[in-house]
């Protein structure tokens, strides 16, 4: 499923930002890009994630889409998932992980 921003859908919101070297930069989106594809995009709740690379390369962001909190809580408990996320941290200097909801969306008219 896409991505859909709007205050009305039922999901929970997980924006991680991850501090990195610029060196280290590509392979954190490709260790989140395969961890989505291979695991997370797999179990129940998940409703899509995008991965974002800052233009100056010591940043990535982790904006993920769940059906509810306790969905996310239960990735973060599975076995499967655990080693993806330790691999993350292991590449991130530094990793901000907080949950979200939409509050207002403002598109073009």
């Known amino acids: 499923m896409a991505t859909t921003i709007d205050p009305a859908q039922p999901v929970v919101t997980l924006i991680n930002v991850f501090t990195v070297r610029p060196e280290r930069q590509a392979d954190l989106v490709g260790l989140l890009t395969s961890a989505t594809e291979e695991v997370m995009a797999d179990l129940p709740g998940f409703v899509s994630a995008n991965i974002h690379a800052s233009t100056d390369g010591v940043r990535v962001v982790n904006y993920a889409q769940w059906a509810s909190a ?40």
């Open 70 to 109: 306790e969905a996310l809580q239960a990735m973060l408990a599975n076995p499967a998932a655990q080693p993806h996320m330790a691999a993350a941290a292991e590449l991130a200097e530094s990793f901000e992980p907080h949950l979200y909801v939409v509050a207002s969306v403002h598109p073009l008219a």
